[in-house]
């Protein structure tokens, strides 16, 4: 068994064989749970392999997808040492998944022998976990660097050898790593592995390190080292990442995260870059919660469900958290820095406000500043800002933790560097990490082994649920709904529940809908509350918006040994110009929440057969919709710097939605990146494309033609054609006013060149190449082309 492993793990494993012998289980056969699953499942006992204990880290690397422009960057585990720093060796045998007792919680007891009963002595295992561990001290040095762009110019080490004493841990973490539209568009940049050389010869000279993981999103990047001799206690490493930018997907601003198990505490470290600009903290706060809600580490066992930032023992979170000082003037600010007054500048710090307002980092702490702030100097010097801008200084680059036994010996800047407009952070902790004692481990196993034996003798599990029938009204696109139904375990044993898929259905539930935790365990007496969010997004939304769906489904709840509860979902969606398509829209002469539900999906099925009377049913050119938002932007927002590359605020997307769908004003609310984020969005929601399906290959085929490429276009349905011309007007008029928008053909190519022309399933690198070459050639205006004036709808 994986978790015994290490001294004395062979007499411990036949001491445990022993016990589970003396307590034979077989495993009853629930034939009729057959008119719910295709497949009989049996049990999901958490079984694990001795053998995967040699298993090499480089074995166990996520290799699925980033989410955002960017894809994830994985490093190869290579040692550090401080007498060769610079020769990069590499040694995947110093790193394995080494599967010390209880490395991982959710696969304890994967012994062959155990049935039904694995996870309910996992659950009291976990209960009583206090009784076999014991907490060891452990030092992580946590550094953070925006480094705005540069090239490692000067040793790093008054950073990262700074402390007196090794640490045992390095997780460090740098933000802009690449300023280039290469890196932003291709997620490559040979900075990356520049920074890392640079941070490797630059560690502390005391100790030797292995160089365990590197994961990037762009211009995020987070690097983990440890001291050789801890290697083998590491397992379970899992890493993800997360862009924030327009629509919830560039990578320009976002998250990378790592994962790991040491002995028996699991650890999460974020690397995070917020929004930027002094007035966007609602912004970074929507950033902060998107990470936490999108980030969710895979477990080794698939039926697991996946594990987000919240769920580990200590969580360590660092970056430029862009926060900046509020209701100060410059002048002020640079007052109080030279008073050393950092106290009273801490009182104006837009994180500390929302900290206090629990709006943000709930149940996070951060150590006393009392350094200056690290932003904005000039690069290459310790002066203030002295651009046109003159940003006012503020703490942009922070470095929190949340969980317990943790203490901060020091938090500081590092002035000597002077790289960047950035000075670098570091903050060194000490963290209590759970350590298992052996024999009474073993004692508590076998307690309970004994007493869940007892239980399950005489008793069948069951339950009592808080509520059977739940609606939700009003749904709206893009905008979560959420209700809870409490599980009480009534029964005298505990148990394992799960919602289960029914009969002729891939899944448990329809896509729109989610059950949050979907399985899980519940000692006797037990609760726990199940959170069930409706979400229609652009994959649920065209079927909602024409009537062939409907917001209904049955969750089935079933017990392992014991019955099954069924739980109703009904509700009511308010259909959305988003996620309906353009020949519908077309169609619509009021806005579609004032038009009668019958009326909208009767337009919409005349849409898909074409039947409609040329007289009665005349379509719009464009929808009036894409007009409002395309209006908006001409006349507001061209030179708009950062445009369709900065985000908006999601509470303003879901006004402009509400007046797209209800007509309750005459001009669009929010702000001009949230416009042009909702544009951006519309078309991503289209159920066709603005070139339809049926025509993606033949322009692929003709992409390096520009001639053959607009001959395409001609012969396009009439409301895509118009729809297809109006933008690409209305983006050659936005490249006239480059010199204030900072726009060029490139970004916008790279931004809508994959919305216009597109598939359902994902494209591979060349089809991307081609859609983006295509769509090159309308950028480049032609003296055929009409002026965007031309091409506005009546």
Same mark, same amino acid.
């Given at each position: 068994m994986a978790s015994f492993r290490g001294k004395g793990s062979r007499k411990n494993i036949k001491n445990l064989?022993?016990?589970?012998?003396?307590?034979?289980?077989?495993?009853?056969?629930?034939?009729w749970l057959s008119k719910y699953r295709k497949v009989t499942r049996g049990a999901r006992s958490l079984r694990k392999a001795t053998g995967a204990s040699n298993i090499k880290m480089s074995q166990i690397k996520k290799s699925g997808k980033a989410d955002g422009v960017g894809q994830k960057k994985e490093d190869e585990r290579g040692v550090c040492e401080s007498q060769e720093r610079g020769k990069g060796e590499v040694r995947d045998d110093l790193i394995r998944n080494s599967m010390h007792i209880l490395s991982n919680k959710d696969q304890m007891l994967g012994m062959p022998q155990f049935g039904l009963r694995d996870n309910l002595i996992k659950c009291e295992l976990l209960k009583n976990e206090d009784a076999y561990t014991y907490i060891q001290n452990y030092s992580f040095f946590l550094g953070t660097y925006n480094v705005n762009g540069q090239n490692p110019k000067e040793?790093?080490?008054?950073?990262?050898?700074?402390?007196? /004493? =090794?640490?045992?841990?390095?997780?460090?973490?740098?933000?802009?790593?690449? @300023?280039?539209?290469? $890196?932003?568009?291709?997620?490559? /940049? =040979?900075?990356?592995?520049?920074?890392?050389?640079?941070?490797?010869?630059? @560690?502390?000279?005391? $100790?030797?390190?292995?160089f365990v993981k590197l994961v990037r999103l762009v211009g995020i990047m987070l690097l983990f080292y440890v001291k050789v001799e801890h290697v083998a206690h590491i397992s379970e490493m899992e890493s993800e990442t997360v862009g924030t930018g327009v629509m919830g997907r560039m990578g320009n601003k976002g998250a990378v995260a790592i994962r790991f198990q040491f002995h028996n505490s699991d650890i999460c470290v974020v690397n995070s870059h917020l929004a930027a600009h002094t007035d966007e903290f609602e912004r970074r706060n929507q950033d902060f919660k998107d990470i936490c809600r999108r980030i969710q580490f895979r477990q080794e066992d698939p039926s697991l469900p996946p594990l987000t930032i919240m769920k580990h023992n200590v969580v360590l979170w660092l970056g430029d958290l862009n926060y900046r000082l509020s209701d100060l003037e410059v002048d002020h600010v640079k007052e109080l820095i030279a008073k050393k007054e950092f106290e009273t500048l801490c009182n104006h710090d837009q994180l500390k406000r929302q900290m206090d307002e629990e709006v943000v980092f709930v149940g996070f702490t951060e150590g006393e500043i009392d350094f200056q702030p690290t932003y904005k100097?000039?690069?290459?010097?310790?002066?203030?800002d002295t651009s046109e801008k003159c940003r006012v200084p503020a703490w942009c680059d922070r470095i929190l933790w949340r969980g317990k036994a943790i203490k901060q010996l020091n938090y500081q800047s590092h002035m000597t560097l002077k790289t960047s407009d950035h000075k670098p952070v570091s903050s060194l902790l000490e963290i209590g990490i759970k350590l298992v004692d052996d024999e009474s481990y073993k004692r508590t196993f076998e307690e309970i082994v004994r007493r869940i034996d007892r239980l399950e003798n005489d008793c069948i599990p069951s339950v009592s649920l808080s509520q059977r029938e739940f609606v939700f009204e009003h749904v709206k696109f893009m905008q979560h709904q959420a209700q809870t139904v409490r599980v009480h375990n009534d029964g005298q044993v505990p148990c394992q529940f799960e919602f289960i898929q029914k009969l002729d259905e891939p899944f448990y539930c329809k896509p729109w809908l989610t059950a949050n935790p979907c399985k899980g365990f519940l000692a006797q007496g037990g609760s726990v509350d199940i959170v069930l969010e409706v979400f229609v997004n652009r994959s649920t939304a065209p079927e909602l918006n024409s009537g062939q769906q409907q917001l209904e489904d049955i969750l089935v709840l079933h017990l392992e040994r014991g019955k099954d509860y069924f739980i109703s979902?009904?509700?009511?969606?308010?259909?959305?110009?988003?996620?309906?398509?353009?020949?519908?829209?077309?169609?619509?002469?009021?806005?579609?929440?004032?038009?009668?539900?019958?009326t909208v999906r009767e337009l919409s099925m005349k849409s898909k057969s074409q039947a409609s009377d040329p007289e009665t049913d005349k379509p719009q050119e464009i929808p009036k919709e894409l007009w409002m938002m395309v209006d908006h932007l001409f006349r507001c927002a061209k030179k708009q710097e950062d445009l369709f590359q900065q985000p908006g605020l999601h509470s303003e997307f879901e006004e402009i939605r509400d007046c797209l769908d209800t007509g309750s004003l005459d001009t669009l609310p929010g702000s001009n990146h949230s416009v042009a984020e909702a544009l951006l969005m519309f078309l991503d929601a289209l159920p066709e494309p603005v070139i339809p399906f049926s025509f993606y290959q033949q322009c692929l085929d003709i992409s390096a033609d520009s001639s053959q490429c607009r001959q395409i276009i001609s012969i396009l349905p009439q409301c895509h054609r118009n729809v297809f011309n109006y933008l690409t007007a209305f983006l050659q008029e936005l490249l006239k006013h480059s010199a204030n928008n900072r726009l060029d053909a490139t970004i916008l190519v790279s931004i809508f060149a994959g919305l216009l022309l597109r598939l359902p399933t994902n494209q591979d690198p060349t089809e991307k190449r081609k859609v983006k070459e295509f769509f090159q050639h309308f950028l480049v205006q032609m003296p055929s082309d009409r002026d965007f004036h031309d091409k506005s709808p009546q």
């Open positions: 064989q022993d016990v589970c012998e003396q307590h034979p289980k077989q495993e009853p056969k629930f034939d040793s790093l080490s008054p950073w990262l050898a700074s402390t007196a /004493t =090794p640490p045992d841990f390095y997780l460090v973490g740098f933000q802009e790593l690449d @300023l280039s539209k290469e $890196a932003f568009l291709f997620n490559d /940049t =040979p900075k990356e592995l520049e920074w890392m050389q640079a941070v490797s010869k630059s @560690l502390h000279p005391d $100790a030797k390190y292995a100097y000039d690069t290459g010097s310790d002066q203030w979902i009904t509700g009511s969606y308010l259909p959305s110009c988003f996620g309906s398509s353009l020949a519908t829209l077309c169609l619509l002469r009021e806005p579609i929440q004032e038009m009668p539900l019958d």
